[in-house]
Nanobody, 123 residues
């Protein structure tokens, strides 16, 4: 069992930055690939970024590539999403997720989810 708690969301102007954190608890949390997803009002959940257990492999959605950076600190059981050059279309609830078996862009591959943190980007 892995519990995930996101933090760091908030209101920011376009062009600004935020760093999201996802604190994981559980004895084997470092053995999970971790991902960030987001869901805007009226839209389906979409993949944002994912990182392997060691942090050596990362994938990003095209819409955030070059602006967002995913990282992890296994000693702290925490995954981060640094978001720069934010745009109003980045407004969404951001979810952290953990996948035991796969490094995947599909939400179906993830076993555990956090409750989400709201990110609002004003124009």
């Amino acid at each position: 069992q892995v519990q995930l708690v996101e933090s760091g969301g908030g209101l920011v102007q376009a062009g600004g930055s935020l760093r999201l954190s996802c604190a994981a608890s559980g004895r084997t949390s470092s053995k999970y690939a971790m991902g960030w997803f987001r869901q805007a009002p009226g839209k389906e959940r979409e993949f944002v970024a994912t990182i392997s257990t060691t942090g050596g492999t990362k994938y990003y959605a095209d819409s955030v590539k070059g602006r967002f950076t995913i990282s992890r600190d296994n000693a702290k059981n925490t995954v981060y999403l640094q978001m720069n050059s934010l745009k109003p279309e980045d407004t969404a609830v951001y979810y952290c997720a953990a996948a035991l078996l796969l490094l995947s862009r599909s939400g179906d591959a993830y076993d555990y989810w956090g409750q989400g943190t709201q990110v609002t980007v004003s124009s």
